[in-house]
């Protein structure tokens, strides 16, 4: 169906037919490619819930790495090569701890697992979480990263940094403050620092919604959609991780970036977190991956697509901290 006449005509508007239809379709849009079953021959399942339960390594990790994971994987796997079968999950990990370790979760309708073999997390938080359950005892940082500015390419809107978000004539689309860590911890915190965050919000937190009509949308996904609503000219602006602009310019897309000065980046604050859970079936196998994440192979494939290493004493096991 062609919808242009009916916008032209003034049936419709664009900021309707985004409410309604954009967040279904972003949130769908390579849905399957968010949940992958690597196989030690090469071969990548996509969508497969069910490998949740029987897969020889089970990952739910944090969504903005999901680039990286192929090559890591494969580079893993021809280390290991008895680890046959590893299911991968990289969705926004807020949305994993509550939706799907501390409770029964389902994707597409089917069951997922409760008791990945590894959990990671940009927010420590989660893990302290695990920790009071005891689900998770110890964990290691094992990369950085910091925000960026997503724009269109060539940056038409001639925008010079994250003080600029503040402007009346940009539309805006961010990561939502209710399940994507990069903005409920980071995002959030660096308009606030900028005295920004209320104009640029109206304090509303959802996602796939507008947060100020017409201006401001909060997504489902942003690694899919922040770029996406850029390259049709819904969108001027976002923020993303540094590492997104660094895959999307690698993919050839039509965005650039404008990068964040530090400290309002995070990059002080920007963790990657993970550890392994009691829960998990393969506990061994997780062990395994995270003494892999300390290796020189494994923190090049991070860096070639803009994540920051970690230091040999973050890559070192330890407690999780408790709650305070």
């Not at 997390?121 to 940082?141: F, R």
């Not at 003080?163 to 660096?190: C, W």
């Not at 650039?256 to 002080?268: C, E, T």
């Amino acid at each position: 169906m062609n919808i242009k006449p009916f916008i032209a005509a003034g049936v419709l508007s664009i900021s309707s037919l985004a409410f309604s239809n954009w967040g279904i379709a972003a949130e769908h849009a390579d849905h399957s490619k968010d949940y992958r079953t690597f196989h030690a021959g090469g071969k990548i399942d996509y969508g497969q819930i069910a490998d949740s339960y029987s897969s020889d390594l089970v990952m739910y990790l944090a969504g903005n790495q999901f680039m990286v994971m192929e090559e890591l994987i494969k580079d893993f796997q021809s280390k290991n090569p008895d680890i046959k079968t590893i299911y991968v999950e990289t969705i926004p990990p807020g949305q994993i701890l509550k939706g799907q370790i501390l409770k029964q979760g389902q994707i597409d309708g089917k069951n997922t697992a409760q008791n990945p073999d590894l959990f990671a997390s940009v927010n420590l938080g989660h893990l302290k979480k695990l920790k009071s359950k005891k689900i998770m005892s110890d964990y290691i940082i094992y990369v950085h990263n910091k925000l960026e500015l997503m724009v269109a390419e060539g940056n038409p809107k001639g925008i010079k940094g994250a003080a600029d978000l503040g402007r009346d004539d940009l539309v805006q689309s961010h990561p939502n403050p209710l399940t994507e860590g990069i903005f409920k911890f980071y995002g959030a915190q660096m308009l606030k620092d900028l005295g920004i965050h209320k104009k640029v919000t109206a304090g509303k937190e959802c996602k796939s919604c507008w947060a100020v009509e017409g201006k401001t949308w909060f997504t489902s996904r942003h690694h899919r959609e922040t770029p996406q609503r850029i390259e049709e000219g819904k969108a001027d602006v976002g923020i993303v991780w540094t590492t997104e602009v660094v895959y999307g310019k690698r993919e050839k897309r039509k965005i650039d970036g404008v990068a964040i000065k530090a400290p309002l980046n995070q990059q002080h604050r920007v963790g990657y977190a993970i550890g392994v859970l009691k829960t998990g079936r393969n506990i061994e196998n997780g062990k395994r991956y995270l003494s892999y994440l300390g290796t020189k192979k494994a923190q090049d494939i991070y860096a070639s697509y803009g994540f920051l290493p970690a230091t040999e004493k973050e890559l070192t096991l330890k407690p999780i901290p408790a709650a305070k």
